[in-house]
Nanobody, 115 residues
Framework: QVQLVESGGGVVEAGKSLRLSCSASGSIFSFNAVGWYRQAPGKARELVAIISRRSGTDYGDSVKGRFTVSRDNAKHMLYLQMNNLKPAATAVYYC?????????WGQGTQVTVSS
């Protein structure tokens, strides 16, 4: 069992940056995939960024070139650097770790981007 806790969300103006952190209670180094998802009000949860053992790193189309996912295996941490934020990025951001068939989620952290 792995617990994930996100932090770093907040209110920021458009064009600014935020860095989200996800702390895992144990090692997620060997997991099939770790990443970030987000859910805006009234919308489905969508992929933001993922690090997959099979296919490497990938990003949602709307964040490519502006967001960067990284990990610190020694500290059991996952990060999401978000630059040049846009109001459309307003959502709850969730950390995810998958070790099939198990799927772990954090409680989410709110990011609000004002125009």
């Amino acid at each position: 069992q792995v617990q994930l806790v996100e932090s770093g969300g907040g209110v920021v103006e458009a064009g600014k940056s935020l860095r989200l952190s996800c702390s895992a209670s144990g090692s997620i180094f060997s997991f099939n995939a770790v990443g970030w998802y987000r859910q805006a009000p009234g919308k489905a949860r969508e992929l933001v960024a993922i690090i997959s053992r099979r296919s490497g790193t990938d990003y949602g189309d709307s964040v490519k070139g502006r967001f960067t996912v990284s990990r610190d295996n020694a500290k059991h941490m996952l990060y999401l650097q978000m630059n040049n934020l846009k109001p459309a990025a307003t959502a709850v951001y969730y950390c995810n770790a998958t070790q099939e068939p198990l799927d772990y989620w954090g409680q989410g952290t709110q990011v609000t981007v004002s125009s």
